[in-house]
């Protein structure tokens, strides 16, 4: 009886994980909006090779750091920030890309005072 109850619920177990794991693929797509400091990743930080947008948000004292994709919007937000840190929210989707986050923003905004 023991050994039935333990199938039971480890198959139950089994079944929970496989129906989460599609919900999982699809939260990689998933848009989010982030609000954050927006600078140069070569002028301001110094880490990419050539002028790219930067969106460095701070959540419970950790910084995390978001490498906005140079397609149209980010060409035509640039001017904003590479030469001066501005606040910026800017609504996409983020990826994990060679240990860094890349996001593919649908619009970047600066944020008025």
């Known amino acids: 009886m023991k050994k039935n109850l333990f199938i039971k ?3 139950t177990g089994l079944l929970t ?3 989460a794991f599609p ?3 699809d939260d ?3 848009e989010i909006t982030i609000t954050g400091e ?3 990743g070569k ?3 110094k880490e990419t090779e050539k002028c790219q947008n930067v969106i460095q948000v701070e959540k419970e004292g950790k910084k995390t750091t978001y490498y906005i994709v140079h397609d149209d919007v980010a060409k035509a937000f640039h001017k904003n920030v590479c030469t001066e840190t501005k606040k910026a929210t800017a609504t996409g989707t983020s990826k994990k890309v060679d240990g860094k986050l890349q996001f593919t923003a649908k619009k970047i905004e600066l944020v008025k005072s």
Do not use: S
Request: glycine content about 6%; charged content about 20%.
């Open 23 to 25: 919900v999982l693929a």
């Open 17 to 19: 994980l496989a129906m």
């Open 43 to 45: 002028c301001a930080l």
């Open 38 to 40: 927006a600078k140069c």
């Open 9 to 11: 619920a480890g198959l």
């Open 28 to 30: 990689k797509d998933k």
